[in-house]
């Protein structure tokens, strides 16, 4: 690829959210690509980040004072830093709504869910619309570098730099986001008395990647209580690194499983944390499977948050090891996708799906098999297509 920047799809809706609401707060994973978003989108507004030391000092000395250097808004970059300029925020924006001023307007960023949400909760309720930009997603990717091997998407994954150099320096890129933000970012939020067995904690999440997170199994496996772990998954998702896809709970009158399946955020972190290094790897790699099914999970949430939205994402599985997926709530419907990474179509693809319909009957709007072959059918919306091609609304 060359250097030009990458278009993102959330930049249009951005756009628009800034005419309605005084502060936009745009989350999501370190390096997923916000800062040049928002500078993108809002090249006059005046930026500042809280990563700089003096800038932050400066901040924290006279957040009131710094605000009215300012008096029609700013880009505020890194806000996890310091998540209490948002009560400063409110003051400004109350004052200007108190005024009769429509034109002051903030957006502020950050890579940790829970300090900037938790404020934003507390300070800003109807003054703040939040947004969450994730990694590339497979047709942002394609729409700027035409069409990628399977592998290679899922080998480096989303996040913008990694596809701004060449294949070589790819896996040093995503090494260094392991050492510089995950382990820097989980030292600041917790106290990790054994760092190995926190590394070991990860790589075992990667390694099961679409399969239920049984936080038991895993304490046994890195020698640590089980409340341990679950605090780390906690901070892990808080972090953009990994999120739990819960399963569905209809009153179907089937014994199902209660246990939610576990996913990253971005397959070239996981490919990474797996050891695999190149596309002829990946493409014999027992995990390979799991790993196509996390992007094409990925590529679906994205589709939400790249309108601003977020997407009601389940999946099935029952006792009798019937499983689908992925099931997409929508108002009084529901969609159920089911991912394979084969490139042959067949109708056995089809079995879970069609034992779904005879549980969901009328509900069930929609049926899709995704998978990476090239034949296609969306006759009446119920067919099968290649991932690249997936059409949601």
């Given at each position: 690829?060359d250097?030009?920047?990458?278009n993102?799809?959330?930049?249009?809706?951005?756009?628009?959210?800034?005419n309605?609401f005084?502060?936009?707060?745009l989350?999501?994973?370190r390096?997923?690509?916000?800062?040049?978003?928002c500078?993108?989108a809002?090249p006059?507004?005046?930026?500042?980040?809280?990563e700089?030391?003096?800038t932050?000092?400066e901040?924290?000395?006279?957040?009131?004072?710094f605000l009215?250097?300012?008096?029609?808004?700013?880009?505020?970059d890194?806000?996890?830093?310091y998540?209490?300029?948002?009560?400063?925020?409110?003051?400004?924006v109350?004052d200007?709504?108190?005024?009769?001023?429509?034109?002051?307007?903030?957006?502020?960023?950050?890579?940790?869910?829970f300090?900037?949400?938790?404020k934003v909760?507390?300070?800003m309720?109807?003054r703040?619309?939040?947004?969450s930009?994730?990694?590339?997603?497979?047709?942002?990717?394609?729409?700027?570098?035409?069409?990628?091997?399977?592998?290679?998407?899922?080998l480096?994954?989303?996040?913008p730099?990694?596809?701004?150099?060449?294949?070589?320096?790819?896996?040093?890129?995503l090494?260094?986001y392991?050492?510089?933000?995950?382990?820097?970012?989980?030292?600041?939020?917790?106290n990790?008395?054994?760092?190995?067995?926190?590394?070991t904690?990860i790589?075992?999440?990667?390694a099961?990647?679409?399969?239920?997170f049984?936080?038991?199994?895993?304490?046994?496996e890195?020698?640590?209580?089980?409340n341990?772990?679950?605090?780390?998954?906690?901070?892990?998702?808080?972090s953009?690194?990994?999120?739990l896809?819960?399963?569905?709970?209809?009153?179907?009158g089937?014994?199902?499983?209660?246990m939610?399946?576990?996913?990253?955020?971005?397959?070239?972190?996981?490919?990474?944390?797996l050891?695999?290094q190149?596309?002829?790897?990946?493409?014999?790699?027992?995990?390979?499977g799991?790993?196509?099914?996390?992007?094409v999970?990925?590529?679906?949430m994205?589709?939400?948050?790249?309108?601003?939205e977020e997407?009601?994402?389940?999946?099935?599985?029952?006792?009798?090891?019937?499983?689908?997926?992925v099931?997409?709530?929508?108002?009084?419907k529901?969609e159920?996708?089911?991912v394979?990474s084969?490139?042959?179509?067949?109708?056995?693809?089809?079995?879970?799906?069609t034992?779904?319909?005879?549980?969901?009957?009328?509900?069930?709007?929609?049926?899709?098999?995704?998978y990476?072959?090239?034949?296609?059918?969306?006759?009446?919306d119920?067919?099968?297509?290649?991932?690249?091609?997936?059409?949601?609304?």
């Amino acid at each position: 690829m060359d250097n030009k920047l990458i278009n993102r799809n959330l930049e249009s809706t951005i756009k628009e959210v800034y005419n309605h609401f005084p502060v936009i707060t745009l989350t999501g994973p370190r390096q997923s690509g916000k800062t040049t978003l928002c500078r993108m989108a809002f090249p006059d507004m005046p930026y500042v980040n809280l990563e700089d030391l003096s800038t932050l000092a400066e901040v924290q000395a006279d957040p009131k004072g710094f605000l009215g250097k300012h008096p029609n808004g700013l880009i505020i970059d890194e806000a996890q830093n310091y998540p209490e300029i948002f009560s400063y925020l409110q003051v400004a924006v109350d004052d200007a709504i108190f005024k009769g001023r429509s034109d002051i307007h903030y957006v502020v960023t950050g890579s940790n869910n829970f300090a900037l949400l938790e404020k934003v909760t507390q300070s800003m309720a109807g003054r703040s619309a939040v947004m969450s930009l994730m990694p590339l997603s497979t047709s942002e990717l394609i729409a700027d570098s035409g069409d990628i091997e399977t592998s290679d998407l899922i080998l480096y994954g989303g996040y913008p730099a990694v596809w701004k150099t060449d294949p070589q320096a790819r896996r040093m890129l995503l090494s260094n986001y392991y050492t510089t933000y995950i382990e820097r970012d989980i030292r600041k939020l917790i106290n990790i008395k054994d760092l190995q067995a926190f590394q070991t904690f990860i790589r075992l999440c990667a390694a099961r990647i679409g399969q239920e997170f049984n936080a038991s199994n895993l304490a046994v496996e890195t020698g640590v209580a089980v409340n341990t772990i679950r605090h780390w998954l906690s901070i892990l998702s808080a972090s953009y690194v990994v999120y739990l896809l819960h399963p569905y709970y209809a009153n179907i009158g089937k014994r199902l499983t209660k246990m939610p399946k576990l996913y990253f955020y971005d397959t070239g972190l996981a490919s990474f944390l797996l050891g695999i290094q190149t596309s002829e790897q990946m493409d014999t790699h027992p995990l390979r499977g799991s790993l196509f099914e996390n992007l094409v999970v990925n590529d679906i949430m994205k589709f939400g948050s790249n309108r601003g939205e977020e997407e009601q994402l389940f999946f099935y599985r029952d006792k009798s090891k019937h499983e689908v997926d992925v099931l997409r709530l929508l108002p009084g419907k529901v969609e159920a996708y089911e991912v394979k990474s084969c490139k042959t179509y067949s109708q056995d693809l089809f079995s879970n799906l069609t034992y779904l319909k005879t549980l969901l009957k009328d509900n069930l709007s929609k049926t899709m098999v995704i998978y990476d072959g090239d034949q296609e059918n969306f006759e009446n919306d119920n067919g099968f297509c290649n991932f690249r091609h997936l059409k949601l609304s």
